[in-house]
């Protein structure tokens, strides 16, 4: 009498616990990236809001020497308004683009939580037959 070829519960039971540690990595490797984009996100957005505040405080300074020689000389006015309303308008923009990117995100781990949902779903679909 020939033992049956089909595989006993052990190698079983390994071939799920390789199949769910495997599953396991995958979803963990995910869910790195997210982070990691989200870092990237985060840091540029902040970048930004520093950017913003830098040339905010040069277009302050700018505008307090406008005023200056504005009750002291004609000529110099043209110039230090146009830097004023450089660094002013380059404050604008780049906290615009700070909130446009902060607006923009995604909720966090989106893509593991679906992924999660497919396997679910998968998993109590049954396997196919």
């Avoid at 490797?29 to 809001?49: D, K, S, W």
């Avoid at 950017?51 to 020689?69: E, R, Y």
């Avoid at 006015?77 to 995100?105: C, D, E, P, Y």
Wanted: proline letters at 3%; glycine letters at 8%; charged letters at 20%.
């Amino acid at each position: 009498m020939s033992a049956p070829d089909t595989p006993g519960l052990a190698q079983r039971l390994g071939r799920i616990l390789d199949s769910s540690l495997g599953l396991v990595q995958t979803r963990l490797a995910l869910l790195a990236v997210e982070v990691e984009e989200e870092g990237i996100r985060i840091g540029a957005a902040l970048f930004n809001i520093i950017l913003a505040a830098l040339f905010a405080a040069f277009g302050v300074l700018a505008l307090a020497i406008f005023v200056t020689v504005a009750l002291w000389d004609s000529h110099r006015l043209l110039a230090i308004g146009i830097v004023t309303l450089f660094f002013l308008g380059m404050a604008g923009w780049t906290a615009s683009n700070a909130q446009r990117r902060l607006k923009h995100g995604k909720r966090l781990f989106t893509d593991s939580v679906a992924e999660i949902e497919r396997d679910r779903a998968a998993l109590q679909d049954g396997p196919a037959p």
